[in-house]
Every structure is written in C-alpha cells, then in structure tokens.
C-alpha cells in the first residue's frame, strides 16, 4: 500500500508479558517515528530514527521500552514486562527527510491500540 | 520545557456555522506549526504549515494565522460541514536541539451537528 501500515491493529495482552508492534513506513521514506496516543490526547513522542539509526529516544518512558529499524524500513517497538499503564494507542509515523528538517510533513499510520490486563 | 496548549478542549456547532480553534505555544526558538486533523480511529492528516513568516494561510475552507511574537495561531474553518467532526491538532517545530521533536497540543474535538 502507499500509507503507512501498523501491525498488529489491536493487541490485547496480560500484564508481565512482552509485546512487539511493527510499523510498516512509506517506501523510501528516510525518518520514522514511534508515538504514544492516550485516549483525549495529542500524540506523545517517544522516539525516531533516520535510516536505521536511533537518533533520539528520550521520550521512552523506561528501558522497558525500545524500539530497532536494523534495515532502515520496517521498525518494531518493543513494549518487556507489559504493565497497565501502558494501555495506549501506539502510532508510527514517515517522513521522506531526516527528522531534524523539520519542514517535511509526517505521514501517521493507523496505530496500535494495546490494551494490558 | 516546550509546551503547546489548545482551546477549546471541545466544541460543538451547527452545520453552517464557522469556528476558530486556538494554540499557543512556548517552543523556542520557532520553526514551525502544523494543524492536523484526525478522524475518529484514523492518523493526523496535515492540514497546513506555518512558517515564521507567514501570518495566514488557506486551504479551502480552513484559514490559519499565525502571530509568531505572541507565540499564538489559530485555524478558522468556514461554513462547517458534518465531515469536519474530528479532533484538530496544533504541533509546533522548533530549530535546534530536541526543539525539533514536534511537540503536540492535546486537540481540540470539534462536532458538527446538522
């Protein structure tokens, strides 16, 4: 497809378990971006990548979360030891330039709603 | 800590009707600012960019401006439709640092009633 893609839609998991969601960028888009959606919310950043590099992961809550791009396309975030408070819309987000131009629009995909019981 | 604050949190008009939505903003120095809109269950769509210089910018029936010294924009949407229902989203840019992580308002949810 031409947009963005984000696997799976829905995850519901028990709490202490690992999750892994997958963002699917647009072909040849150079930055990708993980945020974090609480419902009523604006997005919260959590981290970017230009290529495969992590440039900036301040925003991850904890080192319970992290997140790789090992081919510079497909990135995962990966969410160890899953808590409650960590039930939230997960959403990625392409960029054709390196993330510091920040001029070029972002293109946001569908998201993942995580649930953790 | 930069910091983009929308007004109102909600709102609800007739069709017909024209709105103006509010952000201010605090991060400096400015890039730029963003308007999206995002449906219910869908990702922010880009509405428009404003840039240091520009005071106002359309897009069919929506008109933001920006006053880059009182650190204020607005998006004004004219003659609303039952489509423009939906959360608007104000994320604003800086140049340097981690100011160029965008930085996002909380939306404000706009329904519009026939």
């Known amino acids: 497809g031409a947009g963005v893609s984000q696997s799976p839609r829905y995850k519901v998991t028990k709490r202490g378990q690992d999750v892994a969601l997958r963002c699917d960028p647009i072909s040849g888009h150079v930055s990708l971006y993980w945020y974090r959606q609480a419902l009523g919310q604006g997005p919260e950043f959590l981290t970017y990548f230009n290529y495969e590099a992590q440039q900036d992961k301040s925003g991850l809550p904890n080192d319970r979360f992290s997140a790789e791009r090992p081919e510079g396309s497909i990135s995962t975030l990966t969410i160890q030891r899953t808590e409650q408070r960590d039930s939230a819309m997960y959403r990625c987000?392409?960029?054709?330039?390196?993330?510091?131009?920040?001029?070029?629009?972002?293109?946001f995909g569908p998201g993942t709603r995580l649930t953790v019981l | 800590k930069n910091q983009v604050e929308q007004s109102p949190q909600s709102l609800i008009i007739l069709e017909g009707k024209n709105c103006t939505l509010q952000?201010?903003?605090?991060?400096?120095?400015?890039?730029?600012l963003r308007w999206y809109k995002q449906d219910t269950g869908r990702g922010p769509v880009s509405l428009t960019i404003?840039?240091?210089?520009?005071n106002t910018k359309s897009n069919g029936r929506y008109t933001a401006t920006l006053d880059a010294d009182t650190k204020q924009s607005s998006l004004h949407i004219t003659a609303s439709q039952l489509s423009d229902s939906a959360s608007y989203i104000c994320v604003v840019r800086g140049t340097s640092g981690g100011s160029y992580i965008p930085t996002f308002g909380r939306g404000t949810s706009l329904i519009v009633h026939p």
């Open positions: 404003m840039t240091f210089s520009e």
């Open positions: 952000c201010n903003y605090t991060v400096s120095p400015f890039s730029n």
């Open positions: 987000a392409s960029s054709l330039a390196p993330g510091e131009l920040t001029y070029n629009e972002q293109f």
